[in-house]
């Protein structure tokens, strides 16, 4: 009998301690193993710039094009007009979606520095679902891109090294278009 109330009377002191604890700041569901396998996976899922969740070729192409333009400074309106040109004609798109595109691309680059040194990174979700005729078509675009206002400079053609080694090993053999 004096084994139980011993045990009871461990367990309220037990209890009594942890919600000492938890209104002196300490967070009892931090100790929950559950709890926090679910919000480690939520950070790593979210918290994650938005440009290393690219899964769609369209859109990681529209990224890397921008970019290209981009390497040079600021990015002029004969160049947004050819960037637009090229997501109408390339990517099938209408008039507002290619202008929509341009934008939500610049939303994605804004912070970035340099993104050749983070192409793994960017292209990691997406590089699956590349085609070797989209590969083959991204970079002729990105030439194309960066002969606009003059010959490459070495940034440019960094980023298209870069992207094109990437590709290099993992080439699908399927043949399909953008859309």
Request: aromatic share 8%; hydrophobic share 45%; glycine share 2%.
């Amino acid at each position: 009998m004096h084994y139980v109330i011993g045990l009871i009377t461990a367990l309220a002191g037990l209890l009594f301690a942890l919600s000492r604890l938890q209104r002196a700041g300490l967070d009892l569901n931090a100790l929950n193993p559950f709890l926090w396998y679910r919000r480690a996976q939520w950070r790593k899922k979210y918290a994650a710039k938005p440009i290393y969740a690219l899964d769609d070729p369209m859109d990681v192409a529209a990224v890397l094009l921008l970019e290209v333009a981009r390497c040079e400074g600021a990015i002029s309106s004969e160049q947004k007009r050819e960037i637009v040109t090229i997501f109408e004609h390339e990517f099938h798109l209408c008039v507002d979606e290619a202008s929509d595109l341009l934008r939500a691309s610049t939303h994605l680059i804004r912070d970035e520095v340099n993104l050749a040194d983070n192409i793994d990174k960017i292209l990691q979700r997406s590089t699956a679902n590349f085609t070797a005729a989209q590969v083959q078509s991204l970079i002729a675009m990105m030439h194309h891109l960066a002969m606009l206002e003059g010959p490459k400079n070495d940034a440019q053609r960094r980023l298209i090294e870069v992207t094109r080694m990437h590709f290099a090993n993992k080439l699908k053999t399927n043949k399909s278009a953008w859309h």
